[in-house]
């Protein structure tokens, strides 16, 4: 069956469901597990090249041919094109966003413990806190799904139930937004007097709600809401109501020079519940008004491994350090290598070397980035004893055997590659042989299993 290939994504999978009498919904939970897709894209949504190359695939299989680059797509990225005479194109590495790899992202948090750990790491870092009025104040430097920040949101309500709670979330990924405040309305009716935003902003306006340059500024898109009633089902309905308004504003574009994603305009929304709107009064940020004076800020994985060390404390770390408060506590955390992960890397590229600098060396590089403002802070890399850490693949008990089934082997696989952040031209090049399982099975088999190892650190700013 041959379709005419529309423009439009929706209009090609609307005439698809019609001349084969299938539901919309249905389309939705067979091909992307959402049997809200459709239903979104109507309401303006925007699709991922992933969800776009999930659909193509699905369509072409039943002799469909989808639209390679519909108006769904192209608000989401816009490449710049090269001109004529500039010469070679990047390089793959270049050009590479590991962490905008969806399938192997996900495949990852499912069958590894990371995050689980990291937010016991940062539940260590809780007692050292020393709040001062009128709330508790958090930045999340990357929010993800949030998986992190609810396990830490759960921890404060145990150490500080009656304390008001300002949380501040940067994240640019529409899906991860949508999956984060997915989890927020539990949050809400356990603990009430809590105010959330979330930005899109970068590291060095994130913390202030403030974009630095005048366009950015001019376009903000600042919506406040006020959640009603008394219930999780309540806030919960509230927030997917959501969905048209991340869908129409939290777009995405890449870089032509760095080709990291950055957003098409700032938004900043604000979640609190309306009953508590008299306490939060003084804790709700106002455009051009916002403070930072963090007491906590959790920067999780917040730059890419192979990224150069000014760049991590000039563009990331060093503005995080200024966003806090007097007493308040930065945690730094990243991977370290030198576990059965890399490995199994470098079975494979044996000179592979993703971690270059350690914890000690960016401490360093943030100290000489603030210059005579480093003696409002003190750095602390800890012993090896406090600072790394382990998490583990989940496996159970009886896979590492002599015979490892394959669904296990390229888990290990996948979490291995997405760690070490390789890039797909140079995983298609070996994922043609069975060289690359082979190697994960006997780096199993040495270990009985699979670890990675993360390192922390600490930055505090003095009390006075």
Not at 22 to 33: D, M, W, Y
Request: aromatic share 10%; hydrophobic share 40%.
């Amino acid at each position: 069956m041959q379709l005419a290939q529309p423009s439009s994504l929706l209009e090609t999978i609307a005439e698809f469901c019609r001349r084969n009498r299938l539901a919309e919904s249905t389309f939705g939970r067979r091909v992307v597990n959402d049997g809200k897709f459709v239903a979104r894209l109507r309401d303006g949504a925007r699709v991922t090249p992933e969800t776009l190359q999930r659909v193509a695939a699905y369509l072409e299989r039943h002799g469909v041919a989808a639209p390679q680059a519909p108006r769904e797509l192209r608000p989401l990225i816009r490449v710049a094109e090269r001109p004529a005479d500039a010469g070679a194109p990047e390089p793959a590495s270049r050009q590479f966003r590991f962490f905008d790899n969806r399938q192997k992202y996900l495949l990852f948090v499912s069958t590894c413990g990371e995050k689980e750990v990291i937010a016991r790491r940062i539940g260590m870092e809780l007692g050292h806190l020393r709040p001062r009025p009128p709330a508790v104040r958090v930045f999340d430097a990357g929010m993800g799904d949030a998986t992190v920040l609810t396990r830490v949101m759960r921890e404060m309500h145990r150490r500080f139930p009656t304390m008001p709670f300002y949380f501040v979330g940067k994240e640019i990924s529409l899906e991860d937004v949508r999956l984060s405040l997915d989890k927020m309305a539990d949050r809400f009716f356990e603990h009430p007097a809590t105010v959330l935003v979330v930005t899109n902003m970068y590291y060095t306006e994130a913390p202030w709600l403030a974009p630095k340059a005048v366009a950015a500024a001019t376009s903000l898109v600042w919506h406040e809401v006020a959640l009603t009633g008394t219930t999780a089902h309540e806030f919960g309905e509230q927030i997917e109501a959501l969905e048209p308004f991340l869908a129409r504003h939290w777009q995405a574009r890449h870089s032509p020079t760095s080709g990291n994603p950055v957003y098409e305009r700032p938004v900043v929304l604000v979640l609190y519940r309306e009953d508590f709107r008299f306490l939060l009064h003084d804790i709700v940020p106002r455009q051009g008004r916002a403070v930072a004076d963090f007491d906590l800020v959790i920067a999780s994985q917040p730059y890419r491994a192979r990224a150069p060390l000014e760049f991590k404390a000039q563009k990331v770390i060093a503005p995080l350090a200024r966003a806090l408060g007097p007493g308040g506590r930065l945690i730094g955390i990243h991977s370290k290598g030198g576990d059965p992960g890399l490995e199994i890397v470098r079975r494979i590229w044996p000179d592979e070397n993703p971690f270059r600098h350690s914890r000690h060396e960016l401490l360093r590089a943030v100290r000489a980035e603030l210059g005579r403002e480093a003696r409002r802070y003190n750095f602390n890399a800890y012993s090896e004893a406090r600072a790394v850490f382990r998490y583990d693949m989940h496996t159970l008990p009886t896979e590492i055997a002599a015979s490892i089934g394959t669904s296990t082997l390229l888990a290990a696989w996948n979490a291995a590659v997405y760690v070490a952040q390789i890039d797909d031209e140079r995983l298609a090049q070996v994922v043609g042989e069975r060289r690359y399982l082979e190697a994960t099975r006997e780096v199993l088999q040495a270990h009985g299993g699979l670890w990675f190892l993360d390192e922390s650190y600490v930055i505090s700013r003095k009390r006075s």
